[in-house]
């Protein structure tokens, strides 16, 4: 061998082993985002199966996974109205191979529950809303009020005599209906329930006066006839049921409330990823056949960026903070 070649070839096992060492160097989040996804994605719902969490997140799943190239497997961690599943996601490798599916629930937990094992704002990277559906208020047949301008009516001139139904001390319906009863300045008498299922079979025997569940949920219930819907909260009319006017338009001008689906991550997700996780997403949302989807949940997709969707979760647990304050709600 020359020495040329020798110097040549000693030139190239140099060269060769820094560019080893420089990709040694490199974070170990960006060399796993070049090759990402690397394995099947975990997509936890910190719910049971057969809501509406369940529902849309496993139709996001099944549209993702052809979008990525590798499964976006469904994992159902419920317990702790939800504490559970978020605590595990919290908790995971900000790789993104764990996403979480995440309700309006959050934030009311974040809100009132003491001593989370989280904290909802620095432990998570919000990726993007996915969508949004109204609240419906709700009364017994029984009930003389046939408007929401009456039941406001009614209420006022009976204060905290007029029950509600929700799911428990602290759950969204709860606290709804609270900021519902301040918006229009009445006051209710809370009955918590464990779950919504009861308070619906007392409304219809005419043993409770209100509720405010989701619009999906109680739909069937309304035109059935054993119950009656005043109005719906979201800012326009919900295609599910046209011909439900808004609390706005049926005499609470100004008021709205929905509850909605997002997307989030373990804090400390590459920028790279997350810009791919929200495109992909938003790209979702615009299938026929996902807002078909939605629709018959009576959801509405809702695209947005990661700080839109980072800025709705801070409001909205201030806005529940200061509902639980002002209507001076004990906690257990």
Sequence with gaps: MTAIHSSRRRALVVAGAVATA?????????????????RPIRLV??????????????????????RFGQSVVVE??????????????????PDGHTLLFA????????????NLPYDLVKDFQPIGLVASTPFAVVVS?????????????????????ITYGTAGIGAINHLGTELLAQAGGIE????????????FNDVMGGNLQMVLPTVASVVQQVKAGRMRALAVTSPERSPLVPDWPTTAEAGLPGFALEAWFGLLAPAGL???????????????????????ILAR????????????????????????????RDAGITLD
């Design 22 to 38: 420089n990709l040694g160097a490199l974070p170990l989040a960006a060399r796993a985002q070049a090759r990402w996804p690397q």
């Design 76 to 93: 159902n961690r419920g317990g702790g109205g939800g504490t559970i599943g978020t605590d595990t996601v919290a908790k995971a490798a």
């Design 297 to 324: 949940d009576g959801a509405i997709p809702r695209p947005s960026t990661p700080e839109a969707f980072g800025q709705l979760v801070r409001s909205d647990i201030e806005r529940w903070g200061k509902v639980i």
């Design 188 to 199: 209710l008498l809370h009955v918590p329930y464990k779950g919504i299922g009861p308070a």
């Design 141 to 161: 047949n029984k009930l003389e009020a046939r408007t929401l301008k009456e039941f406001l009516e009614l209420a006022k001139r009976n204060p905290r005599t």
């Design 103 to 114: 309700s309006v629930s959050i934030t009311t937990n974040a809100a009132s529950k003491k």
């Design 45 to 66: 719902i910190p719910f049971a199966p057969g809501g509406s969490n369940d529902i849309i997140g496993r139709a996001l799943a099944a549209q993702l996974t052809q």
């Design 270 to 292: 590459p920028a790279e990823i997350l810009a791919r996780l929200n495109g992909e997403l938003n790209t979702v949302l615009g299938l026929a056949e996902v807002k078909e």
